[in-house]
Each structure stands twice: as C-alpha cells, then as structure tokens.
C-alpha cells in the first residue's frame, strides 16, 4: 500500500468519493451534511491523499486549510471491505504528519454524532482528537461532533 497527494482528475477517485457523498446523504440529514464532492475539494485550500494499493483506491483524506494555524480534517473514508484492516489509521498518521509538516498548530474535524460513526470518534480519540465546540463556519448540530487536536506545542 502506498499513501500518494491526489490532484483528483482519476476516474478511481471520483467513483470512490461519489461513494462517499451517497453513503453520508443516506445516514445523515442534508442540512448536517458536510462530506465534500469532487468539486468541493478541488480548492486550492484543500491538499487531498488517497491510499493505493496496487492501483484500486482504498482510502482517502484530505486537510482544509482554514487559517495560518489551523486546518480540517476532511473526506476520511475507508473502502467498505478493507475497514478495520489499519488503513485509515496509516493515513490519519500520514495526514497529521504531514499537517505538521505544513506548519498548522491545530487539526480540528467535524463527524457524525449516529452509531455509524463510533468506529471513526474511537480513531480519532487514538490519534489524540479531543471533543470541543464547534469551529470555523459549523454551528452546533445534534447530528455532528467536532474534535480537534494541537500539532505542536
């Protein structure tokens, strides 16, 4: 398995992310959905990695930039055969590396509060997300839980 910076013109991608987008749209209401489509990402804020292996795309993540300091955990998905499988864990790692590398002081996420998502808020608490408030432009929502980590102290 490889971890490569994706600029999203593949078709593997685009397909794998539609995916996403109707999986969150048939767990979570539409006004507290806020996975990203192939355009949303396509920002220049936005630095995107899907995991390969071979060439089938098995996972993806993303960071936000959303000020000098602090960016967004985005688009974390894991293909639904290789969950549990240490995929998004070798990715989460690679990100917040690489979310250091880049200079941010705070990585900050927004998921689901629905059963769905305990396998993703118990990997985040691994990885040493804490539970805060809402941030940037979210608004409180009993459908989302925000968690945030530093990088660096």
């Given at each position: 398995m490889r971890i490569v910076e994706d600029d999203l013109s593949g078709p593997q991608i685009a397909e794998f992310l539609l995916?996403?987008?109707r999986e969150m749209r048939s767990i979570t209401p539409l006004e507290s959905k806020h996975a990203l489509d192939?355009?949303?990402l396509r920002v220049p804020e936005i630095r995107f990695w899907s995991v390969l292996d071979g060439a089938a795309v098995v996972g993806c993540g993303a960071i936000k930039r959303l000020?000098?300091?602090h960016?967004?955990?985005k688009s974390m998905r894991t293909a639904a055969a290789r969950k549990r499988s240490g995929i998004a864990s070798l990715l989460l790692r690679h990100i917040l590396t690489e979310a250091e590398r880049l200079?941010?002081?705070r990585l900050s996420l927004e998921t689901g509060?629905?059963?769905f998502f305990l396998p993703a808020r118990r990997l985040y608490e691994k990885f040493g997300f804490e539970y805060c408030e809402p941030?940037?432009?979210y608004r409180p929502d009993p459908n989302s839980v925000f968690?945030?980590?530093?990088l660096r102290g």
């Open positions: 995916e996403h987008v192939l355009d949303g000020d000098a300091d960016a967004e955990l200079g941010f002081a509060s629905a059963d941030f940037a432009d968690m945030t980590r530093l």
